[in-house]
Every structure is written in structure tokens, then in C-alpha cells.
């Protein structure tokens, strides 16, 4: 079974606190990457952004977070660069796990676990008693 994930929706930024550099820029993906897939874009990513001037503020030590990509310290002269490499890195980290072995049996059904989630879910929203 393969794994692969593909830039996903709205592209967010937000500011970094007082006497940081750049802006967190928060990319979604179509899912929740697995380790080897999240370190996979991170070595793709880091070498194709190797040499581009800007990067250097830029944290990408824990890029992969949940369902989304998190780049800290993107300065404004590296946001047009990073796009394609971006890109880039997904499609190879798409590859490097296209012929992955079968994963390990699950606990349980993804609506098992679905359940589970939507139970915390609601508890959350409703106000403690």
C-alpha cells in the first residue's frame, strides 16, 4: 500500500512574536502524513531550498504537523521560491512511498476511531457540567 498526500486547500500565514524573522506560513495536506513520508519531504525540501537566498531564518525541523505543513521564518523574498519546492518535495516524498509494504493491522475501523473523535469533539464544545 502506497502513501501519498497532495497540497490541500487554504494557505494561511501568520506572525511570528516580537524579534522573530519571517511570518508561519501553514500549508494543508489531503491527509496525515506517516513518518517516513514526513521525513522523506523534509530531505526533499531542505535540498531544494539548499543555495536559495532568504532560507535562512527558515524552520522546517518539524514541517509536517498533522494534516498540515508548517514553515516558520518565511521571509517575504523567499515566498515565491517556496511554492515550487514545496511542490516539489510532495511529489517526491509521494514517491519515495509509492511502493511501501502493506501496514501493520489497525486496532480498529478508521469510523471506530472517527467516533472516538467526534465523542471528544463534542465534549469540547459542550460546557463542562
Do not use: F
Amino acid at each position: 500500500m502506497s502513501e501519498s498526500h497532495q497540497l490541500n486547500g487554504e494557505v494561511h500565514g501568520e506572525p511570528l512574536p516580537s524579534g522573530r524573522v519571517g511570518a508561519r506560513v501553514i500549508v494543508p495536506l489531503t491527509g496525515t502524513p506517516g513518518p517516513k513520508w514526513s521525513r522523506a519531504l523534509t530531505a526533499h525540501l531542505v535540498q531544494d531550498l539548499t543555495g536559495h537566498r532568504a532560507v535562512g531564518h527558515l524552520h522546517v525541523r518539524d514541517v509536517v504537523q498533522g494534516r498540515t505543513l508548517v514553515l516558520e521564518g518565511v521571509e517575504a523574498q523567499e515566498a515565491t521560491a517556496l511554492a515550487p519546492c514545496l511542490r516539489r518535495a510532495v511529489e517526491l516524498a509521494n514517491r519515495a512511498c509509492e511502493h511501501d509494504p502493506a501496514p501493520c493491522e489497525a486496532n480498529m475501523s478508521c469510523d471506530e476511531a472517527e467516533a472516538i473523535a467526534q465523542d471528544v469533539a463534542n465534549e469540547l464544545v459542550t460546557p463542562a457540567r
